[in-house]
């Protein structure tokens, strides 16, 4: 598998401000991440694929404007939550694929918008 | 209609019990599924996949496809308090879809001693 890690796990910020998570693949080098939010028992949804080196491919609904991915190398990419609104407070989790078949996730960030 | 459908449960069992998750699909293009167990607060960690109709087996853990029908399973034999956690059904269509996951609602199961 691969091991991926997350930074923060939590954070707290204002409305207006913007805030950046980090996702970082510890022992593989990963060509394309994905990016999902979690509401309070819910499943994920996927938001974006991350793609090393170019832009990143956003789901339906989900403003890139808004939500901002740079895939700079092959072991981070970063989300950027601009100008946060408290509904945009989830639980927002990166994912490594390793091979097609094999999704490997980070511990996740929670976001709490005030 | 949601194109994988889960039961979110709560689940129940006593210890030792044999819990049997449950997952359907609607998109024939799925070729690929995955179940994941998360526990609170944590990311999904990876149990078991497969890509092709029958039975594949690890530990404790059974996951079963049925293509035809368009069915996935997860069975834990002899489960244990450990087990209690959400776990998520995800199935891929691979292709231009490349590593895209559809996710289960996830059902939420606890093992009391």
């Known amino acids: 598998g691969a091991v991926v890690s997350q930074h923060p796990s939590r954070v707290i910020c204002k409305s207006g401000t913007s805030v950046k998570i980090e996702c970082r693949s510890l022992d593989f080098q990963a060509t394309t991440m994905f990016w999902y939010r979690q509401f309070p028992k819910q499943s994920l949804m996927l938001m974006a694929t991350?793609?090393?080196?170019?832009?990143?491919?956003?789901e339906q609904g989900v403003e890139k404007d808004k939500f901002l991915i740079n895939h700079a190398s092959l072991t981070l990419s970063t989300l950027t939550v601009t100008s946060a609104h408290p509904e945009d407070s989830s639980f927002y989790i990166c994912?490594?694929?390793?091979?097609?078949?094999?999704?490997?996730f980070g511990p996740g960030t929670r976001l709490t918008v005030t | 209609q949601k194109e994988v459908e889960q039961d979110p449960g709560p689940l129940s069992v006593p210890e030792g019990a044999i819990v049997s998750l449950n997952c359907t699909y609607s998109n024939s293009a799925f070729q690929y599924f995955m179940w994941y167990r998360q526990y609170s607060r944590k990311g999904p960690e990876l149990l078991m996949y497969?890509?092709?109709?029958g039975n594949k087996e690890d530990g404790r853990f059974t996951a079963q496809v049925d293509k035809s029908s368009k069915y996935i399973s997860l069975f834990i034999r002899d489960s244990q308090p450990s087990d209690s956690a959400t776990y998520l059904c995800?199935?891929?269509?691979?292709?231009?879809?490349?590593?895209?996951?559809?996710f289960g609602q996830g059902t939420i199961l606890t093992v009391h001693p």
């Open positions: 497969t890509y092709s109709s």
């Open positions: 995800a199935t891929g269509a691979g292709g231009t879809s490349y590593g895209k996951l559809t």
């Open positions: 994912s490594v694929s390793v091979r097609e078949r094999e999704q490997y």
């Open positions: 991350s793609n090393e080196g170019s832009k990143a491919t956003y």
